[in-house]
């Protein structure tokens, strides 16, 4: 049985086939995410250091605060990734798709805590010709605004032949994922994931490393935005199927029925991990998909939660959680199910959520023991809480029990609370729009604000939706959702505290656990709810602030933060800027006086 949304339902018999019919190759191009050929990975990169100290050194993730004592290793940790197109069949339904490396889903980042990052971005898309950019998601950026990857706000767009070298310290340890930022590109394909190792008091056996979720369209991103930004178009974008670690099967008789022609194979292969019975293992869970909230468990066994997007948590014990677009959960799994019987085989799943808007809203993986049969399917039943419970579209109930492990409390009053809603319209051409803090954006890409910010101009045309918060070093945003959908609200270059969510507006005094709140990057605002923030403002930048939902996003759900506007200038004005920002500009500039760019949505 199987946990879908609005009710139990048997799980098709076309869906859980374990063994392939589709080479590695024709499913996920050089990925080896999801097949034993995925190696586990170390503790850290590299050697102890001479006198026996880890890379870090001796910083421990209970006893230091990561935001102000993060090492510098001098490690350079440096990637080339190329950027094209391809044609692959993750679900066994053929599409083009847009690759990283020609790997769907891109190939790992991996870094000790306190390296440096350098990634070579080649925009090798053509036929059609599209910019390009890759967001880092979750990194604070802290001295390098400028490679935060969104483009209009903090760079040109990648022109098509040309590249861009983003370097970043990984400031912050645990797991994380990059994407595209232009447009909802990153639906097409541009996803990969990142972890940086560091200091954990958790204790456990191996690394598995990411399982990546996400929800799976069967057309390209721009043909869905292009709908839905129609006269009379739904803003609800339903995906086709549901993947872990860009894997799943597909009901292909059901797709030849409606009178699709697309090449499908049934049974094209799902993701397969290997347990070692009575070990412990670390699983890095990231919700990469443009829409659903997921819900994921693994039957049969407790997962302990040790951390929750960059931030390492209290360990506390689930059957199976919740993650939006764009969160990230790291889980400790022991292999002493079913008496420890290394024979054994159980499912993992993780299904969409009844507010996602799903075709078939399950994915499942198998899960083996040392000694099973790796071909067999398993026999195993969900927990009763997997799937989708009635629990407020993936909001947190719980922000009381998901405690930072170092503690860091409130900052009193802050200098500037800013309440921003959250609504729908219809434009006079009857195109759905989102509006937030009363806006509906459209970024230039050929001016990015923090170029604007740099050069001493704050006056930034309306529709950039860019809020100036000056000098201020705290900042508490009040989030009304004004519709009866949710929303993972992203803030770029912080982590935030998330003092308060629930239904209806806030009642203004309500802070949960002030002493140690919920810290992270991505949280919840539910349907016709609230979600309170606040943020300690010393970043100099520009940072996006928007939904995660990419079709959201698209259709204008985003809004940037200016924050520290005078040290922006005192650093970076005059020549103080690289000049690959120059040059990215200059080329895309270059490139768009000859080429139309067909810029419909917000554009980030």
Not at 98 to 106: K, Q
Not at 155 to 165: D, N, R, V
Request: charged residues 20%; glycine residues 10%; aromatic residues 10%.
């Amino acid at each position: 049985m199987g946990v879908i949304g609005r009710a139990i339902v048997e799980v098709s018999s076309k869906l859980t086939g374990v063994v392939a019919n589709l080479a590695q190759e024709k499913t996920n191009g050089s990925s080896r995410l999801g097949t034993f050929l995925f190696p586990f990975l170390a503790f850290f990169l590299g050697n102890l250091t001479p006198d026996g100290q880890y890379p870090w050194g001796n910083l421990t993730d209970w006893g230091n605060n990561q935001y102000t004592e993060s090492p510098i290793t001098g490690a350079v940790r440096t990637y080339d990734f190329v950027i094209s197109r391809g044609v692959i069949a993750p679900d066994g339904y053929q599409r083009d798709v847009l690759l990283v490396n020609g790997a769907f889903p891109g190939p790992l980042i991996e870094a000790n805590w306190g390296d440096k990052i350098v990634v070579n971005v080649f925009n090798n898309i053509s036929s059609p010709e599209e910019g390009t950019s890759v967001h880092w998601h979750g990194f604070l950026q802290e001295g390098t605004p400028w490679d935060d990857g969104a483009p209009g706000d903090t760079q040109c767009p990648i022109a098509p032949g040309k590249s861009y070298t983003y370097e970043f310290i990984a400031s912050l340890y645990g797991t994380s994922w990059y994407h595209a930022h232009y447009s909802a590109q990153y639906a097409g394909g541009i996803v990969g994931p990142i972890v940086v190792h560091g200091p954990t008091q958790a204790k456990y056996d191996i690394d598995l490393g990411p399982v990546m979720l996400s929800d799976w369209y069967h057309r390209p991103y721009f043909d869905l935005i292009k709908d839905m930004l129609a006269p009379g178009g739904s803003p609800r974008v339903p995906s086709d199927n549901n993947l872990i670690n860009g894997k799943m099967n597909f009901d292909c008789d059901a797709a030849a029925a409606t009178g699709d022609k697309t090449p499908c194979t049934p049974n094209a292969g799902i993701s397969k991990f290997k347990f070692q019975t009575g070990k412990t293992h670390r699983l890095r869970l990231v919700n990469s998909g443009a829409d659903g909230v997921q819900r994921f468990s693994i039957d049969g066994h407790t997962m302990t939660v040790i951390a929750n997007d960059f931030v390492p948590v209290k360990p506390y014990n689930v059957t199976a959680i919740s993650l939006a677009v764009g969160q990230r959960a790291d889980v400790l799994v022991t292999a002493n199910a079913a008496g420890s019987d290394p024979k054994s085989a159980f499912w993992m799943r993780s299904d969409l959520t009844k507010c996602s808007a799903a075709k078939q809203p399950i994915a499942l993986a198998a899960v083996y023991y040392d000694q099973a049969n790796t071909d067999t399917a398993p026999t195993s039943q969900p927990w009763a809480d997997a799937g989708d419970p009635e629990r407020n579209c993936g909001a947190s109930d719980d922000l009381d029990k998901r405690e930072p492990l170092y503690p860091i409390a409130v900052r009193g009053e802050p200098a500037v609370t800013k309440e921003m809603k959250i609504e729908a319209y219809r434009n006079a051409s009857d195109v759905f729009l989102w509006k937030f803090d009363g806006v509906s954006t459209r970024v230039d890409y050929n001016h990015p604000a923090l170029d604007m910010v740099v050069k001493g101009n704050m006056s930034f045309p309306e529709v950039w939706n860019v809020r100036d918060f000056g000098a201020a070093k705290t900042v508490r945003l009040v989030v009304l959702n004004k519709e009866p959908g949710p929303h993972p609200m992203h803030l770029h270059g912080y982590n935030f505290y998330v003092l308060s969510s629930g239904p209806g507006a806030w009642d203004g005094k309500t802070i949960v656990h002030p002493s140690n709140p919920v810290r992270r990057d991505v949280e919840i605002v539910r349907p016709w709810g609230h979600l309170v923030l606040q943020f300690d403002a010393t970043n100099p930048g520009v940072w996006a602030f928007h939904c995660h939902i990419a079709w959201h996003a698209s259709g204008g759900f985003f809004s940037s933060f200016a924050t520290q506007p005078e040290e922006v200038r005192r650093r970076w004005g005059g020549s103080g800027m690289p000049p690959k920002m120059e040059q990215v500009c200059r080329e895309w500039d270059a490139w768009s006086q000859i080429n139309v760019v067909d810029q419909i949505d917000s554009g980030s």
